[in-house]
């Protein structure tokens, strides 16, 4: 497995709790039926994970390891779901048997594995045939942005630097339809979607999460020990997110590659 890049610090999980599946899995939704047997990879905090559950008939939600497991089996303690199962597991090495779900779903997550088409292969593996392998990723490189602040473009170099250090691959959205037809698959939809942060609200709830994010994460410490940044140049960072933040015509775009592949 490649080093989780972001980590779980409380920035961290303030972004990956706002996940749902409207703005992070409509492409999935018209595939999901009442009797479905859904497989999601890395549920981080379970803030999907818990909308699958609401739509379909069972879900099986992993982590890389028990802590990690923990945020989404609190989420669902504190719904009162209980159609929900949890377990750890290497997506390049399933425990599941063949055949084993209607639909495996992964999002955030290929960007950060070591081998994204062997963890689609594993994926494929444990859906039945005809059934579905989604999986959606952002795209670091197509990140677009305004006002032209020079440490935004510093933040998006040392991240995408940080990244390929740990064995992920941050540009991952443009790659996923290679990576599904590298693992086998024949028979697959390539779209994208995007997150927009443009409004007062969204500005100061993206930017002040970064901000914060670049100063006290994983991300922050690894630059650190690394020699990547000192923590001057992170400071400088973190108030260019706030800048951007309370800028009235800021802008902030995040594209996604998405794709619906059969198994």
């Given amino acids: ?17 706002n996940r749902t599946i409207a703005n992070s899995a409509e492409y999935l939704r018209p595939h999901l039926r009442p009797d479905t047997r859904l497989l999601d990879v ?12 609401a739509v379909v008939a069972r879900v099986a939600a992993t982590e890389i390891n028990a802590d990690a497991l923990g945020l989404s089996q609190k989420l669902a303690a504190e719904r009162s779901i209980r159609n929900v199962d949890f377990a750890v597991e290497d997506v390049h090495a ?6 084993s779900f209607d639909v495996a779903h992964a999002h955030q997550v290929l960007q950060h594995v070591a081998y994204p088409v062997q963890a689609l292969r594993e994926m494929r593996r444990v859906v039945r045939p005809g059934g579905i392998v989604a999986a959606r990723d952002a795209d670091y490189a197509g990140f677009v942005w305004f006002p032209l602040l020079p440490e935004l473009d510093e933040w998006l170099r040392l991240y995408r630097e940080a990244a390929h250090a740990n064995g992920g691959e941050p540009d991952a959205g443009r790659r996923l339809l290679s990576w599904a037809r590298a ?5 697959v939809t390539a779209t994208a979607s995007t997150w927009c942060y443009a409004n007062p609200e969204a500005r100061a709830w993206w930017g002040g999460m ?48 998405e794709i619906i592949a059969r198994a």
Avoid: K, N
């Fill in 183 to 187: 693992a086998g698959f024949e028979d």
């Fill in 94 to 99: 399933l425990s599941f048997p063949d055949d």
């Fill in 42 to 53: 890395g549920a981080g905090p379970g803030t999907i994970t818990m909308d699958f559950a």
């Fill in 1 to 17: 497995m490649a080093t989780y890049t972001h980590g779980h610090h409380d920035s961290v999980l303030r972004s990956h709790s």
């Fill in 210 to 257: 970064w901000a914060d994010r670049i100063l006290e994460s994983a991300l922050a410490r690894q630059l650190v020990d690394s020699g990547m940044a000192g923590r001057t140049d992170l400071e400088c960072i973190s108030r260019a997110w706030r800048t951007w933040a309370d800028a009235g015509d800021g802008w902030f775009l995040v594209p996604h590659g």
